[in-house]
């Protein structure tokens, strides 16, 4: 069964830390995204990438990097995390740049920030 | 800009009965649309998918309708019953084969009555 892994369920981190939130997907895809959930709002795009080293701003980036050493591997940095970052954070992954086929998704990471 | 939307927020439905979620999409260069259901605390689950050159596709109790005329397409679910709550989220794709990304709705919370 195909998956994407997110490492944690549930994270709750102070504000000023630096958080990293890790994405791992066994389906050999090259393209890999970013979401975060809130009530009202819908998933909105954070950072996506369509290759090894490569990223693209999404539609919310700021206050957010990532980092794609490794196919498999795509990670979300907060680099100094604040009480408006707490959410439910989502990572895909596509089979097709164009979005055919679909996104597999992980579980998510609900993240607080106090 | 593009958008892709849900109808209704919430719907509520008896058991047993048939569920309909209806969904419209602006841009016409869509061509790839899947559902997804998103059940409280886990990540979103691909149900069903269609591409613009059918107008239906059936899958187990589950069928997707487009009608590309006036850029809608419906999720009716067969059979309500109470697992099937949840928010169901359609998605398309937005039309670019090198750039594009899908283009989520904002979500259907379907809530089974027993």
């Known amino acids: 069964d195909v998956k994407v892994t997110q490492s944690s369920r549930y994270l709750v981190k102070r504000t000023g830390e630096k958080v990293f939130l890790e994405c791992v997907q066994d389906?050999?895809?090259?393209?890999m995204f970013w979401y975060r959930q809130d009530p009202g709002l819908g998933l909105r795009l954070i950072y996506f990438?369509?290759?090894?080293?490569?990223?693209e701003k999404g539609d919310i980036p700021e206050g957010y990097s990532v980092s794609r050493e490794k196919k498999e591997r795509f990670s979300l940095i907060l680099e100094s995390a604040s009480t408006n970052q707490t959410s439910m954070y989502l990572c895909?992954?596509?089979?097709?740049?164009?979005?055919?086929?679909?996104?597999?998704f992980g579980s998510g990471t609900r993240l607080t920030v106090v | 800009g593009e958008s892709v939307g849900l109808h209704l927020p919430t719907l509520s439905v008896q058991e047993g009965d048939n569920s309909i979620i209806n969904c419209a999409y602006s841009n016409s260069a869509s061509d790839y649309f899947i559902w997804y259901k998103q059940e409280s605390g886990k990540g979103p689950q691909f149900i069903i998918d269609i591409r613009s050159n059918m107008d239906k596709r059936q899958g187990q109790r589950v069928t997707v309708l487009l009608n590309k005329t006036v850029k809608h397409l419906s999720l009716q679910i067969a059979a309500t019953q109470p697992g099937d709550s949840a928010v169901y989220f359609c998605a398309g794709t937005n039309g670019s084969s090198n750039t594009g990304k899908l283009i989520f709705g904002q979500g259907t919370t379907l809530q089974v009555k027993p």
């Open positions: 895909a992954s596509s089979l097709e740049r164009d979005g055919r086929y679909g996104y597999t």
């Open positions: 389906m050999d895809h090259e393209n």
């Open positions: 990438s369509y290759d090894v080293k490569m990223k």
